[in-house]
């Protein structure tokens, strides 16, 4: 069946580093690819996604390549501020029988410090 | 917009009670879909409906669960004598149709004890 693997948290960061979280899947077909982010005390939104092979996400510095060779879809942003702390879900949907139902990965806590 | 809203915010149950969540989706989104999420692991998918479609049930995790939606409105989760297992933040997400982005709702803490 589909999977989402990504790296356990939690991560802790200083203001300004730079920032990886792995995400690796396993799925039947050509899977859909996200990254979503839940804010302290907020609901889970979407950050960004890549639908097809070689695509790149991109949203608020965050950017996350579509890699099939590798099947990996890892989140990386250059410079991180306080304000990204919260936590990131991975997540793949792949149609089956007509349900575009999500497939999540654990989660990562990232904590960025002052 | 509003967004989905979900109610109650918090539950707290005995076990052995029913428990009835709520899920209002954004106006107009046709698919709706709803997932469970255990401390410390990621969310699992339970149900998804779109439309006047036959709802796809593949996730519910046992018979105690069942969920209806009245059109494209309202949606309601039912755990029946639930166990401590079920203790979990159920969340709610809404899509304008099938393969749309999906739209969370804040969720809804359900302790069972």
């Known amino acids: 069946g589909n999977s989402v693997t990504q790296m356990e948290g939690p991560v802790t960061l200083s203001e300004e580093a730079f920032l990886t979280i792995n995400c690796t899947y396993t799925a039947t077909g050509y899977p859909s690819l996200f990254w979503y982010v839940q804010y302290p005390g907020e609901g889970l939104q979407l950050l960004l996604k890549?639908?097809?092979?070689?695509d790149k996400g991109s949203n608020k510095g965050f950017e996350a390549t579509y890699r099939k060779e590798t099947t990996s879809f890892h989140l990386e942003k250059g410079s991180v501020q306080v304000s990204d702390s919260a936590v990131y879900f991975c997540a793949l949907s792949a149609s089956q029988g007509g349900s575009e139902k999500l497939v999540f990965g654990k989660g990562t806590k990232l904590t960025v410090n002052p | 917009g509003a967004g989905v809203s979900q109610s109650p915010s918090n539950k707290v149950t005995e076990k052995g009670k029913d428990v009835e969540l709520r899920c209002d989706p954004i106006s107009g989104h046709t698919a709706l879909y709803w997932y469970r999420q255990r401390l410390g692991q990621g969310l699992e998918f339970l149900i998804y409906f779109q439309g006047n479609s036959a709802p796809d049930k593949s996730g519910l995790p046992s018979d105690r669960f069942s969920a209806e939606r009245t059109g494209e409105s309202v949606s309601t989760l039912t755990i029946q004598r639930t166990q401590q297992e079920d203790s979990a933040v159920y969340l709610c997400?809404?899509?304008?149709?099938?393969?749309?982005?999906?739209?969370f709702g804040p969720g809804t803490r359900l302790t069972v004890l």
């Open positions: 890549a639908t097809k092979a070689d």
């Open positions: 997400a809404s899509s304008l149709w099938w393969g749309n982005e999906q739209f």
